[in-house]
Structures are given as C-alpha cells and as structure tokens.
C-alpha cells in the first residue's frame, strides 16, 4: 500500500518536474540570453579572451582589500566550480548522451554560450544592489520593492542545497566506490564524516577547500581527456558532423521520429546544461558578491569565465571521450559510460581514474552548495543564528548519509522542480533590472574599443 502511494506520489512528481521544464522554459532561457547576447553588443562572446583575463588578472588570486570577510576573486571562482563541477560534468554528459543523443551536446554548447550572457547580467546587478544584500537577494529584494521575495529565494536555496548540492552527489560517491566493493553503508559514514569536518569548519574553510581541490581536480580530468582525445583525434571532424546532425535530426529517416529526437535532444541538453553550469539560477552571485572585487565588470568576468571552464571545456572532453572512442554504442550507461571510453587508452587504470575524478568533483559540489546555503540561512536570519547554522550543518551531514546509501530518482526530480522556482525567481528580477547592467557592460566595451585606438 505505501510502496504504491509513494510510487504514485514519483510519478506525479515527475509530471510536474516535465511541465515546468518544458518548452517554455528552454524558450524563456534561450531567448533571454540570445537578447542578453545583442543587448551587451556580443561581449560575452567577441570579448571572452578579454574577460577570462580580467577574471584572472593581477589581484584575483590574492585578496586586495582589508575588508573584514571577504574572499579573494580565485577563491570566488574556485568555489563557484566547486558547486557547479559535480556529478554534471561526468555522469550528467553521459546521460545527457544516452537519453538525447549526440546531438545533446550541442545544446548544452547553446545553453553554455547564451549562459554567459545571463551569468554576466546577474553577477554584474549583484555588485550594483550589494549593499541591499549581498548575492542576488540584494536586486531581487530592489526588483519587487519586497523582502519576501528574497527570503523565498534564500529558503528555496537552502532547500536546494540538499538536493542538487548534496544527495546527488554522495549518491554518486557512493556508486563510484561501490565499482570497487566498497559498501553503500561505508560510503555513506566516510562521506558524512568528510563533509562534517569541512562545514563545521564553516565558510572560510569551504572556499579554502575549493581553491586546492577545484584546479587540482579539474586539471587532471582535462590532462586524461585530452590524451584520450589526441590519440583518437582523426575522428574529430566525424564527431562533430555526428553532434550536429543528431542536434537537428538530419540523420533521421522519418520525419515523426526526427521530430521526436529533436525534441529529447534539446530538452536533455539544455536542461543538463543548466544543470551543470547554473547559469540563470543566481547561485554563482552568492559566492562573487563575497569577493573584494572593486568593479562589477569583475564578478561578470569570473561568471563568464566559470561558465567556460564547467561546460565547454570539461564536459565537453567528457563528450568526446565518450564519442570518439565509441563508449556511446558499448550499451552502458553513466559513469561506466565514461569509463569505457577512458579504457580505450587507459586500460585497467581507466576506472580508477573516472571514479577518484567523480568522487573529488562530487565532493567539491558538496562543499560549494553548503557555501550556498550557509549564506542564505545567514540572510534569512540576519545576525546569522548560531543554532539554525549547527541545525543546518547537521541536517547537511545526515543528507549526505541518506544520499548514499538511497534510491534518489525522487530526489533528482524534487531538486529540478526547486531549481526551476529558483531560476524564475532569479530571472524574474533580472529581467526588471537588466537596463542598469547593460549599460555599465557596454560602458566597459566601448573602454576595450577605445583602449585599442
């Protein structure tokens, strides 16, 4: 009786989850970023050379102010990927094939670059309405005259962080270890035990984590995917004839079925590629507005730069590997997937080095989503309430058990559905406010320009 209940309750579930991620939030996503893309003359793309300078100049690595809590812009930027490189990057791009094809990809290269326009915007209005609040609480509160809104949006967050942030991605360590015959259980303990001594640590140690493990992590999965990718390189030109025509069905016979793939394919690739790289959600402001960035061009720079890293390099090398060596066709599925298309160079090492790489990314979201939701639970609470922050911690840890050693098909669909109210939410006051950003965006291109004369 319970076991039908709760079965009817997933599916009803699911059914929600499909509606409010249907076409018309892929076409508000796509459209709002293709007109944020004119709006800023194209700087995200034109200019991206320049921007992913600026998010690395002299100063970001090291803190340039005295200000009391804030965090360098390389500790911003490395906490940033922290929460958006987790299981997206590797398993995310392998089911992302399985379920729309080749063809996935190139919608998640479409989510990615209109991203960055969107990334840029909400980070750029971040560094404007910080002193109504820091993150995207501060414009949300300006762009509806309110402080409800903000605080639904910081509660929606910390909800959120248990979810996309935590269950997901300790299922994922737990899966990983258990190639090995580690038990669920273990997994679990070992899991809940790490993500303890990091956030009970608190914020400071989080981002500290994040600038060690992020590049460290990211670099060694780029330096595999690459070797992979050189030696089976002279299918590159196939590969990409391959993404392209599954993207818009040219290789289908039949109308009705080229209709229907299309039609998985971009829901699948673009609801992966925000997945991945949260463009739109306001999640990488609650990081950027902690830094002692002094221009709003500069937070713009790091999100941009971010979105670049997540998507277009690393899971996009996850996309290759898997579709150059052919692990698309082997009938495996996520991160066995990506694992078969390793093997074809690394032999016996290649599981090995998928599931640490897993295991290390999944870990770095834990940590960045908990930042996320530290902050919220902070602007929730105003003088920052000791007690809700130790029951937070708590409840994080357990989450992380749970995540483990449980069936999260529930939990993935609940974690969609609070990110769809999150990015509405976030978009929404975007949108009312975008004028302010896009003038001091083109202000900053028209400097490049004449820079230049």
Not at 58 to 79: E, V
Not at 173 to 187: M, N, T
Request: hydrophobic fraction near 50%; proline fraction near 2%.
């Amino acid at each position: 009786m319970l076991a039908d209940l709760y079965n009817t309750f997933c599916i009803h579930i699911s059914n929600i989850n499909n509606l409010l991620w249907g076409i018309g939030t892929f076409i508000l996503i796509i459209s709002l970023g293709l007109y944020f893309t004119i709006r800023i003359r194209f700087c995200n793309i034109i200019h991206i050379v320049k921007l992913i300078k600026t998010a690395f100049s002299s100063g970001a690595r090291h803190k340039t102010s005295c200000k009391k809590g804030n965090i360098s812009q390389f500790q911003a930027l490395s906490t940033a990927l922290a929460a958006s490189m987790g299981t997206g990057n590797i398993i995310g791009v392998a089911a992302a094939i399985s379920m729309g094809g080749p063809g996935a990809i190139f919608w998640m290269w479409v989510s990615a670059l209109f991203g960055t326009a969107i990334g840029f915007i909400e980070n750029v209005l971040g560094f404007i309405y910080k002193d109504c609040g820091k993150g995207p609480m501060g414009y949300i509160s300006c762009a509806f005259n309110s402080s409800r809104a903000p605080m639904i949006y910081s509660m929606l967050c910390v909800a959120a962080s248990f979810g996309i942030g935590n269950m997901t991605q300790s299922n994922a360590i737990s899966a990983a270890a258990s190639e090995f015959g580690i038990p669920l259980s273990f997994s679990g303990i070992l899991t809940a035990a790490i993500c303890g001594v990091i956030i009970f640590g608190g914020g400071k140690k989080v981002v500290a984590t994040a600038e060690k493990l992020v590049p460290f992590t990211a670099a060694l999965y780029l330096i595999g995917a690459l070797v992979v990718i050189a030696i089976f390189g002279k299918y590159i030109s196939n590969t990409l004839i391959l993404i392209v025509e599954s993207a818009f069905g040219f290789s289908q016979i039949s109308g009705g079925i080229c209709g229907a793939i299309l039609k998985k394919s971009v829901a699948v690739g673009l609801r992966r590629g925000i997945f991945s790289n949260e463009s739109g959600m306001g999640s990488s402001v609650l990081i950027h507005s902690e830094t002692d960035a002094n221009s709003s061009i500069k937070p713009g720079a790091l999100a941009v730069t971010e979105v670049i890293i997540d998507t277009l390099l690393c899971c996009t090398a996850t996309a290759f590997v898997i579709l150059l060596t052919g692990a698309h066709n082997s009938g495996e599925q996520g991160l066995a997937m990506v694992t078969v298309g390793f093997s074809a160079v690394m032999g016996k090492f290649a599981p090995f080095f998928t599931s640490f790489t897993t295991v290390i990314f999944a870990f770095c979201t834990l940590f960045g989503w908990y930042f996320y939701g530290e902050k919220c639970l902070e602007f929730v609470f105003k003088t920052g309430n000791s007690t809700a922050l130790f029951c937070y911690r708590i409840l994080y840890v357990f989450a992380a058990f749970a995540g483990a050693v449980a069936e999260l098909e529930l939990v993935w669909e609940s974690a969609d559905i609070l990110n769809w109210f999150m990015l509405v939410l976030n978009l929404s006051a975007v949108i009312i406010l975008h004028n302010k950003a896009v003038k001091v965006i083109n202000n900053y291109t028209n400097s490049i320009k004449c820079a230049r004369k």
